[in-house]
């Protein structure tokens, strides 16, 4: 899982990156939210996932762990694309409420959720330094 996330999280960088250059070269900041919302829920957050599986998550369900990627991306996704056009102008804000509310509150579902496996007892391991590897044992 930390792997899928990693390239994830490589893409979303390409594209907010992309973004960035777009509106640097245009001079137009106009799309600066979605800019920095594709990098930082996107690309930052889907590393720190990453990164949570890497270096806390021992045994996670397997269930629980597909449930939380999927739901971070899919309301990732809405909530990026629906910042887009309403920074885009592309459609008003209540069009886009739906996606727009939809989108952020999986987003947050997601975190109580990577919460819940940091939290579930036999899940998480200890990353303090010198701490018994449950692992390993
Ligand atoms: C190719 C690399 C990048 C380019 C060309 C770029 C370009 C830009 C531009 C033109 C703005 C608008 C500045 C303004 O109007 O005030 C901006 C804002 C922003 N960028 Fe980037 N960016 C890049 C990478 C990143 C990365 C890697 C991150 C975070 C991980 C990031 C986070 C932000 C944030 C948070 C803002 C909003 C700052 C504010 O509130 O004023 N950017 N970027
Ligand atoms: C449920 C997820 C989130 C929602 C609904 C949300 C919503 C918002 C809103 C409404 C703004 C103000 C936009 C404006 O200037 O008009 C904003 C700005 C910002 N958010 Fe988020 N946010 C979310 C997640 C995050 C996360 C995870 C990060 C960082 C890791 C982040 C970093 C920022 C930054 C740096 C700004 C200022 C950028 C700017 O000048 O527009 N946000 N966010």
Redesign the pocket.
Known sequence: MSRRYLVWALCYAAIGMALGIYMAASHNHGE??TH??VL??GF??SLVYGIIHRLWLEAPRRGLAVTQFALHQVAAIL?LLGLFLLYGGKASEETLAPL?GV???G??LG?LLMLYMVLRPGSARSAEPGAPDRAAA
């Open positions: 600066l939210v920095a919302h930082l829920v930052v957050l909530m727009l989108g952020s509150v987003v947050l975190m």
